[in-house]
C-alpha cells in the first residue's frame, strides 16, 4: 500500500462531506456561522445538526493533510535532487497561484449561487465593524494558500518544534479573542492573523495563526510517519481518542469553546466555534480526523473506495469545479430546498464530479512535472 493512499482517502471523504455544506448553502438556503462572540443561536433539527456537524471535520483535515503532503511532497523532490530553496520557491508559487485560484475562480462561484438565491441563511452573525470602504474578502483557500507557503518554510523544523508552533498558535488564539469586543473596529493585519471578522480593508474567516497550528501538526505527524511507518496508523487511532476523550473532559466543563456555547443537551454540547476554531472544536475535529486516517488504512485495498481516493486525488479541481456544478442545482431552489432534496441533489452531483474528476486526474498525469496543471 503507498503510504499516501489512506491520506488520499481521508481528503476525498472529507472533500464529499465538505460538498454536503456547500450544497446545503446552494440549494436548501440553509448555511451556519459558528463564531466566536455571539451565542449561536442553534439548529433548526437534528438533521441540519448533523449536515452541519461532519462538515466540521473537512477544514481541520484539509489544513492537517495539507500539512503532512507538504512534508512528503518535499521529501519526495529532496530524492530527486532538489534543493530547500527549489522547494520553498515551489511552495511560495503554489500559495500565490491558490490566491488567484480564489479571486478569480472562486469568487464568481459563490457569485453564481448568489445570483440564483432569493434568500438568506441563518446564523451568519458576523465579528466586527464595517462602515463601508474597501475590503479584501477571503475564503478557505486564503487560509490554505497562507498556511502552505509558511509550512513550506517551515518543513525542515525538528518535530519538537513544530509541536510546539501547534500548541503556541492555539493557545495564542484562546488567550487573545475573549479579550476583545466582537463590535470593534478591528485592525485589517489582525484580521488576516488571528481574528475571524470584518473591518475597512480586510475580511476573513480562516486567519493565519490558529490555522497554521493544524498545518504543523500535520507536518509533525508526517515526520512521525516517516520514523514510524508501521505504527503511524495505531498510533493514529491511539492519539484520535485521546483527542476525543480531552475534549470530553473540557466540554463537559464548559471550557475551551470561547465560554460562549454553554450546553444544556447534548446538540449543544456538540456546537462549537469555528471561527477561529477553539481548542474544544480543534481536538474534537483533529481527534475524528486521525481515527479516520486509521480506519481508512485499513480499506486502502478495497476497490470500493476508489471513488473517494479519486476525490482525494483531485481535491483542488473537485473543489473548483463542486461550486459551480451545486450553484446550477440550486438554480431551480431560489428560495432553498427541502434537507432531502439537498442530499439527493448533493449525490446526483458527487456521481458527475467522479465522470469530470476521473477525466482530469488522466488530463494533469499526462502533463510534465513543471506544468501548472499539476498545483491544481
Known amino acids: 500500500m503507498p503510504r499516501t493512499t489512506p491520506i488520499d ?43 452541519r456537524f461532519v462538515s466540521h471535520l473537512c477544514a481541520p483535515g484539509f489544513f492537517f493533510l495539507m500539512g503532512m503532503s507538504i512534508y512528503l511532497f518535499a521529501q519526495k523532490r529532496t530524492a530527486q535532487s532538489w534543493n530547500d530553496w527549489s522547494i520553498r520557491i515551489y511552495f511560495l508559487k503554489r500559495g500565490a497561484f491558490i490566491l488567484l485560484l480564489m479571486f478569480f475562480v472562486e469568487f464568481p462561484g459563490w457569485g453564481l449561487s448568489a445570483f440564483f438565491s432569493q434568500t438568506q441563511g441563518g446564523g451568519m452573525n458576523f465579528p466586527g465593524h464595517f462602515e463601508g470602504g474597501f475590503t479584501i474578502p477571503t475564503t478557505v483557500l486564503y487560509g490554505l494558500a497562507t498556511c502552505m507557503m509558511l509550512g513550506g518554510l517551515l518543513w525542515k523544523l525538528r518535530k519538537e518544534m513544530l509541536l510546539s ?42 486567519p493565519i495563526i490558529p490555522w497554521i497550528g493544524v498545518t504543523t501538526l500535520g507536518i509533525f505527524w508526517a515526520k512521525l510517519m516517516q520514523e514510524q511507518p508501521e505504527r503511524i496508523y495505531i498510533i493514529s487511532l491511539i492519539t484520535g481518542l485521546s483527542f476525543i476523550a480531552i475534549f470530553l473532559c473540557i466540554r463537559f466543563l464548559e471550557w475551551g469553546n470561547f465560554h460562549l456555547n454553554a450546553y444544556h443537551d447534548w446538540i449543544s454540547f456538540f456546537t462549537l466555534v469555528k471561527y477561529p476554531p477553539s481548542i474544544a472544536f480543534a481536538l474534537l475535529t483533529c481527534g475524528i480526523n486521525l481515527v479516520l486516517l486509521f480506519i481508512f488504512s485499513k480499506l486502502a485495498s478495497s476497490s470500493f473506495v476508489y471513488p473517494i481516493k479519486l476525490f482525494g486525488q483531485t481535491a483542488m479541481f473537485f473543489y473548483l469545479v463542486h461550486l459551480y456544478l451545486y450553484a446550477l442545482l440550486g438554480a431551480a431552489f ?19 464530479l467522479f465522470f469530470i474528476c476521473r477525466w482530469f486526474l488522466a488530463f494533469k498525469r499526462n502533463k510534465p512535472e513543471n506544468s501548472f496543471w499539476k498545483m491544481v
Open 9 to 51: 482517502l481521508l481528503r476525498g471523504f472529507i472533500m464529499m462531506l465538505m460538498a454536503v455544506d456547500h450544497a446545503s448553502a446552494m440549494i436548501a438556503r440553509t448555511h451556519f456561522l459558528e463564531t466566536w462572540g455571539f451565542a449561536f443561536e442553534g439548529y433548526p433539527s437534528l438533521a441540519w445538526w448533523f449536515t
Open 165 to 206: 508552533i501547534s500548541i503556541l498558535a492555539f493557545a495564542f488564539s484562546a488567550w487573545y479573542i475573549p479579550q476583545i469586543s466582537p463590535d470593534s473596529v478591528f485592525n485589517p493585519l489582525a484580521v488576516f492573523l488571528f481574528t475571524p471578522g470584518i473591518t475597512v480593508g480586510a475580511m476573513s474567516i480562516y
Open 334 to 352: 431560489p428560495f432553498g430546498s427541502s434537507i432531502i432534496v439537498m442530499y439527493l441533489l448533493w449525490a446526483f452531483g458527487l456521481v458527475i
